[in-house]
């Protein structure tokens, strides 16, 4: 599968905000969910945000209110606004698309990270 190039992690204190994007070549981006996943030292790989080809957004409850999930489809890019950064957000943050048949994630990149530290 063709992976997503994700960008835009960086050090950053407590409280601030940042804007992770990535991007792919897959043809089929506007029909598919696409989501944002992140992964910190020894936990599981978790799904933060997601969204649908229509906009439908999910997020996971320790970052609601504070993240926003938004899409591109003339650009294939996905984009992750995070504000009020907390120690607890880091980790290295993926996207992925959802195959319509299977259900799976896939097109996983290399990943961005991101550290929330004074």
């Known amino acids: 599968q063709v992976p997503f190039v994700e960008s835009g992690g960086k050090l950053v204190q407590p409280g601030e905000s940042l804007e992770l994007s990535c991007g792919t070549s897959?043809?089929?981006?506007?029909?598919?969910?696409v989501a944002w996943y992140r992964q910190a030292p020894g936990n599981q790989r978790e799904m933060v945000a997601s969204?649908?080809?229509?906009?439908?957004?999910f997020y996971t409850d320790s970052v609601k209110g504070r993240f926003t999930i938004s899409r591109d489809n003339p650009m294939n890019r996905v984009h992750l606004q995070m504000n009020n950064l907390k120690p607890e957000d880091t980790a290295t943050y993926f996207c992925a698309w959802q195959s319509r048949q299977s259900g799976n994630f896939q097109g996983w990149g290399q990943g961005t990270q991101v550290t929330v530290s004074s």
């Open positions: 897959i043809s089929i981006f506007r029909d598919v969910t």
């Open positions: 969204i649908s080809r229509t906009g439908t957004t």
